[in-house]
Structures are given as C-alpha cells and as structure tokens.
C-alpha cells in the first residue's frame, strides 16, 4: 500500500511554505499475489492430461529399389496420382461425387511397356484407373481402398480379429496397438502389399493426403514416395490416348 509521510519543519508553520511529501509504495501484496498466480497454474498444467494423436508411421523396413525389383508381382502396387485442372490450373471436381477430381492411375507389379508391332501402342498395358470413393453406406469399400483391401486382406483380417477383444475389453488398448503394429510389420504373412506412392506434375497435395490416409486405413505398413519416371509417364500417355480414341 501507498503510505503518505507529511512533514511541517517541528511544528512550525511558515506563511506560503508548502508541506513535504513523501510517497512509499509497498510491493509486498503483489509479490504475494505472483506467488499465488503462479503456484495456481503450476498445479492447473500439471493436472491437465494431455491430448495425444496416434498415428500409425511406416515400419522401419525400408523398400530399396532392389527390393522393389525383387518384390513379387502380387506383393507390388504402385498408384501414380493425378488432378484433373482446367486451362487456369484450377481443380476441377468430379459431377458425380462434387469432390475434386483426383485420379488413381495404378498396376501390379512390374509395368507393361511392350510395343511388338511397332504402332506406337503398348500392347497390354497393365495400367488401370481409380478414385477415392471410400466405402459404400453398408460399409463394403470402393474404388482404391477396394483395390489396397483386397491385397492387404490377410492382415485386415487378423487386426479385426484383434479389435473384437479389445472391443470386448479383452485387451486393453496398449496392447491392441502394440499386437496391431506386430501383425502390419509381419514378415511372415505372404501378400503383405508392398506399395510405392508416386505424384504427376499436376497432383495436388490433397490426393497424396488421400494416398497417405489410405495406408492407414488399410493397415499397410510397407508404402514409400517415390518419383515419377519417363515409364510411368508413358503408360499415362499410352493410356489416354487409347480412351480418347
């Protein structure tokens, strides 16, 4: 508090002499009004529990380019990622679903390139086209995430055995994350999908968001971004040219 001192000179007055005066400010109350400010949000930020967001990362099992030439034509997917834009480079969106048009361009193992008689073509381009169009209201999936469930079923599987104990309070949710993860990096299942994700000049980062959403939500574990190459570039071509025809 503020205190005010007033001194006369003994007592004696002085015709037009002003009186002395003298302030002091005592700091004490708001020293103790930190003190207390800070012990309140001390204890506050400490019962506070935090808010965390699991997200299933890619295994530790890198995908080499020689293990993607090793890689079993029923293990390999690659998707090649488009965005339709107009003349302005503007998206376009899809009439029938009012989404941005996106276009999964993709094929199975190696890619087919064979031209044998010479016309320009590739003979039997194994290069086919989907979209994101996620599951049917009865829950039975569409477009890619059909194509990427089906050849990561044997996984799924296993998960959704898994998730009926944790639904049953069998497990409890560390474990169920942690067996989870045990069953995607398994190296002993077979048809593990291995699969490389890859973006045209014209792909938008929304349609890799998709890509990416779609490895998690189909349980792979096995998935790189790669480049695209003057291969891939060719089967595009190839393959408008022949529905344009």
Known sequence: ?????????????????????????????????????????????????????????????????????????????????????????????????????????????KPETADEDKDGRIDNSNLKVEKFLGNESNGETRGIRKILHDKNKTVLEKIAVLKDKWKAKEITDEQYQAQAKEIRNDSTIADRPVVIIKASPNASWESLIGALDEMQINQISRYQIDNINAVDSLLIFDYIGKTRN
């Not at 005066?21 to 309140?40: E, G, K």
């Not at 935090?50 to 299933?56: E, G, P, R």
């Not at 969106?93 to 094929?107: L, S």
């Open 1 to 109: 508090m503020a205190q005010i001192e007033q001194s006369d000179n003994g007592g004696k007055k002085k015709k037009g002499a002003q009186k002395k005066m003298q302030i002091h400010v005592d700091f004490t109350p708001m020293v103790d009004m930190n003190m207390l400010l800070i012990t309140f949000f001390m204890l506050c930020t400490t019962m506070i529990k935090s808010q965390t967001l699991n997200i299933a990362l890619p295994s530790n099992e890198k995908v080499e380019q020689e293990q993607q030439n090793k890689a079993k034509e029923s293990q390999a997917v690659t998707l090649i990622l488009d965005t339709e834009r107009d003349d302005e480079g503007k998206v376009k969106f899809d009439p029938e679903t009012g989404k941005p048009a996106h276009i999964i361009y993709y094929y199975m193992g």
